[in-house]
């Protein structure tokens, strides 16, 4: 068993909220601070009101809309021209003026455009793939922070509960040494410890205060206090890794998402090899004509055909396959790094719920150990040291218990980040 220490404080806070609180506490420092309302606060509730108010969730809305703003934009039609000419010749110094209003329309008979917007419809579903997981990792991310703020709650609570029993020795030993039946040794000894234990209990007080007001912060509400209302309690049994590594890759919305990016590069590739194809243009109008003494009216009439001979899309051809390898090297990645996270972090999670099973199982005999050390000393069998020995024990135990539950759940979390996915 490791040396009692306090949970590390920027281990409790993600590195998002570090310096927005550091600016809350500046804000509402002294006794603004000290009257905010504390509430207990369920992890679904949290998550409700994160995923109203995280402006994250809103910048991944926005990438979705612009994917879709992509399909708009391949759907638009080339805008026709309309154009006004005037020609005029002199003969004897007499002019003859023509004039032509012009209607210009061009026209895509290649395939071309069709071809880009469906490759940008397969856009937006790849994005919706990446926004999918991103939102999920989100969602993970917030759990574990209410994970940290309920160990901090419960870290707090052992300390307060090993303090308590202290203090309820040194009121004893005080009345036993009032009495003359008790050394001043042990009751300063006693009194002592309660001080260092007093110590402890303020530290941790101050890590819960962050975590409370930190919770509020993530759900926008900085005038408040949140406490994790949920126990730090030892997960489920996981599926067998075999069966999850199976469907790991399906469940990946970036793996999704690689997958279609590749499909719409093929699209563009093909749109792009369709750049030999001329483009059309339909032109008609109206004519008028100096005639003798008279205005001829007339219309003018013409097709107009490009010649690709310049620029044949090979720029556009080039481009699509530079972005198809990329994302056929993502997806190779993807296949090489996922398997092996989902198999680690099974592993893990199996592991620490066997672990802090096993350590939870001691935490019954602790009150018959304190019971037995607090009777031997009152009873002159034991010195002071073996019954403060006692109290370590149940403590550093106590506490080791909570640890090992907080770190099965982070590999419960590190789980589903590897799938991207609950189980």
């Known amino acids: 068993m490791r040396p009692f220490s306090a949970p590390s404080r920027a281990a409790l806070l993600p590195p998002l909220v570090v310096p927005a609180l550091a600016v809350c506490?500046?804000?509402?420092a002294g006794g603004a601070a000290r009257a905010a309302e504390l509430r207990a606060i369920g992890h679904q509730e949290f998550l409700d009101r994160v995923e109203k108010t995280d402006p994250r969730l809103q910048a991944l809305a926005a990438r979705i809309e612009a994917a879709r703003a992509e399909v708009a934009g391949a759907r638009v039609l080339a805008n026709p021209s309309l154009a006004y000419d005037r020609e005029e010749v002199f003969l004897s110094g007499k002019g003859a003026a023509d004039n032509f209003l012009r209607l210009s329309v061009p026209f895509e008979v290649s395939g071309r455009r069709a071809m880009r917007i469906q490759a940008a419809e397969v856009g937006v579903r790849a994005a919706e793939s990446d926004a999918k997981l991103e939102r999920f990792l989100?969602?993970?991310e917030a759990l574990d922070f209410y994970g940290r703020a309920a160990f901090a709650r419960e870290w707090a609570e052992s300390l307060r509960q090993g303090r308590d029993g202290l203090a309820r020795l040194v009121?004893?030993?005080?009345?036993r040494a009032q009495a003359g039946e008790a050394s001043g040794y042990d009751l300063g000894r006693l009194e002592i410890e309660l001080g260092s234990h007093e110590s402890l209990v303020a530290d941790e007080e101050?890590?819960?205060?962050?975590?409370?007001?930190?919770?509020?912060y993530l759900v926008g509400d900085a005038s408040a206090l949140l406490d994790a209302a949920e126990p730090?309690?030892?997960?489920?049994?996981?599926?067998?890794c075999e069966t999850l590594t199976r469907t790991a890759l399906d469940s990946r919305g970036d793996y999704q998402a690689a997958r279609q990016r590749s499909d719409q590069a093929e699209l563009e590739l093909d749109a792009g090899r369709r750049g030999w194809v001329p483009g059309l243009s339909l032109t008609g109008g109206l004519k008028t004509s100096a005639v003798s003494d008279q205005t001829a009216v007339g219309y003018v009439a013409g097709l107009a055909v490009s010649l690709p001979v310049l620029d044949h899309g090979q720029a556009e051809r080039a481009r699509a396959e530079a972005r198809k390898q990329e994302a056929q090297a993502?997806?190779?990645i993807l296949?090489?790094?996922v398997m092996a996270s989902v198999m680690n972090a099974c592993d893990a999670l199996t592991r620490s719920i066997e672990d802090a099973a096993r350590f939870e199982a001691q935490l019954p005999r602790l009150g018959e150990l304190l019971r037995r050390a607090e009777a031997a000393y009152q009873e002159g069998e034991r010195p002071v040291f073996e019954l403060l020995d006692a109290f370590r024990?149940?403590?550093e135990v106590r506490l080791r218990s909570l640890e090992l539950k907080r770190e099965a759940r982070r590999s419960e979390l590190e789980l589903w980040r590897a799938l991207g996915r609950r189980p």
Do not use: N
């Not at 009121?171 to 009345?175: D, K, L, M, Q, S």
């Not at 819960?208 to 930190?214: C, E, G, I, Q, Y």
């Open 393 to 395: 024990t149940a403590r």
């Open 330 to 332: 993502h997806l190779r």
């Open 25 to 28: 506490f500046l804000c509402q």
């Open 232 to 240: 730090v309690s030892i997960p489920p049994t996981p599926p067998a």
């Open 335 to 337: 296949e090489r790094q």
């Open 171 to 175: 009121a004893g030993a005080r009345a």
């Open 206 to 216: 101050k890590v819960l205060a962050v975590a409370r007001r930190s919770l509020a």
């Open 138 to 140: 989100l969602t993970v």
